[in-house]
C-alpha cells in the first residue's frame, strides 16, 4: 500500500489550493481514507475523510465550508479542494487509509500514511 501526497506550495490569503493523494496496493473504493495535517509544534489532526460504507465524509470544524474532499477511481487519487485559506491553515498534509470502511478523525486508527505535503502561510 502506497500512498502520494502532492499539490502543496505557496498561496495569497485567501487563496486556493488542491491537494492530491495517488493511492496504490489497494481499491480506493472500498478502504476509507482521510487528509491530516500536522503545524508545528502541535499533533497531527484529522481534516477531512471519506467513508467507504455510507459514501459519508467528515470534516473537522475549522475546515467545514472550506475545504472539499474528493475521490477519482479511475485516477486512484483522492483531492482535498482547499479554499479561503487562512495562516491557521498552515501545516504538513497527510493523506492516509486505514483497513476499513468508515473513517474515522483520529490518526492512531490510521494504517498506511503517505510522506506529507507542506502547505506554507499564505503570503
Known amino acids: 500500500v502506497q500512498l502520494q501526497a502532492s499539490g502543496g506550495g505557496l498561496v495569497q490569503p485567501g487563496g486556493s489550493l488542491r491537494l492530491s493523494c495517488v493511492v496504490s496496493g489497494f481499491i480506493l473504493d472500498y478502504y476509507a481514507i482521510g487528509w491530516f495535517r500536522q503545524a508545528p509544534g502541535k499533533e497531527r489532526e484529522g481534516v477531512s475523510c471519506?467513508?467507504?460504507?455510507?459514501?459519508?465524509?467528515y470534516y473537522a470544524d475549522a475546515v467545514k465550508g472550506r475545504f472539499t474532499i474528493s475521490r477519482d477511481n479511475a485516477k486512484n487519487t483522492v483531492y482535498l479542494q482547499m479554499n479561503s485559506l487562512k495562516p491557521e491553515d498552515t501545516a504538513v498534509y497527510y493523506c492516509?487509509?486505514?483497513?476499513?470502511?468508515?473513517?474515522?478523525?483520529?490518526?492512531?486508527?490510521?494504517?498506511?500514511w503517505g510522506q506529507g505535503t507542506q502547505v506554507p502561510s499564505p503570503a
Open positions: 471519506f467513508s467507504n460504507s455510507d459514501g459519508s465524509t
Open positions: 492516509a487509509t486505514l483497513q476499513h470502511r468508515m473513517c474515522y478523525p483520529q490518526a492512531d486508527e490510521y494504517d498506511y
